[in-house]
């Protein structure tokens, strides 16, 4: 076979060389050695996708504490990754400052009663925030705190829908969606991604093929699991099944590695 040119499709994801090395400094200072790096989103896929939704094409949003995560699967592989700088950190921060009150308080008042639906409660319920630098505690509509949540919620959902019509898909409607992450938890933000942007969309659970303790098959625990995964494969003896995995996302790829997670992590929650 004789060519004169040779096309290569790739995708390539770049990083500040100063903040990763800063954080893989950080990491090995409390005794961890770090051998590779992953991709945040595409370690959160391998276990909370199937591989039919990536060949069929699907939207992973993991949303995280301080950003959320965009990337976008079609035909088994990447097509899209991006990171918007909003997380489950500004909706507590937005309550932290709106009412000056402690990070702690706006946190668990963010737990207990957010939500996007701010007339779902009656408009006389009220909850008591400490006030910096005063003895005496502020009282606080419920609906108050969720109208913050619904309008931050809102401006996400926004950002999300730019960066999907950023990828090139052109009928958004139609496309389906997998919210995962922490904050993907928020009681009526599956029900406003319906309203505005998709009816398929489902909440992702880590599955580690059937390895993982019920404590970790959450949301939260999606990059965390995925990261496991995605180590497993690497390390395999077998290179073609442990491209295979990397690649297609193989849930059951960790076999016995994530058997002994599973066992020590059961022993420290227990």
């Known amino acids: 076979m ?27 200072r409390a005794g961890v050695k770090i051998e590779s790096l992953v991709l945040e989103p595409l370690a959160s896929s391998l276990t909370v996708l199937t591989q039919e939704e990536r060949e069929q094409g699907v939207g992973l949003i993991d949303i995280g504490g301080g950003t959320t995560d965009v990337v976008v699967f079609k035909n088994g592989t990447i097509q899209y990754t991006s990171v918007l700088p909003v997380g489950g950190y500004q909706f507590t921060n937005d309550i932290s400052l709106t009412y000056d009150t402690t990070y702690y308080a706006a946190e668990e008042a963010k737990l207990k009663y957010a939500h996007t ?82 009816l ?14 019920d404590e970790l098959k959450a949301p939260a625990f999606a990059t965390s699991t995925g990261i496991l995964l995605w180590a497993a494969a690497q390390h395999r003896p077998e290179t073609a099944k442990a491209t295979n995995v990397a690649s297609n996302g193989t849930k059951n790829g960790g076999g016995g590695v994530v058997s002994r997670f599973a066992r020590q992590v059961r022993g420290l929650l227990s």
């Open 117 to 198: 639906e701010p007339n779902a409660v009656h408009p006389n319920d009220e909850i008591s925030l400490p006030v910096v630098g005063r003895s005496t505690e502020l009282k606080v509509p419920l609906r108050d705190i969720r109208q913050l949540t619904r309008e931050r919620a809102q401006e996400l959902v926004r950002l999300i829908k730019l960066k999907l019509e950023d990828a090139g898909i052109e009928d958004i409607s139609s496309m389906q969606l997998v919210i995962t992450g922490g904050a993907s938890v928020l009681p009526g933000l599956k029900e406003l991604i319906q309203r505005t942007l998709t």
């Open 2 to 28: 004789h060519t004169k040119q040779l096309k290569v499709e790739t995708h390539v994801v770049t990083g500040a060389s100063y903040i990763i090395n800063s954080l893989v400094e950080a990491v090995e």
């Open 200 to 213: 398929h969309v489902r909440i992702g659970v880590p599955d580690g093929g059937g390895d993982l303790p």
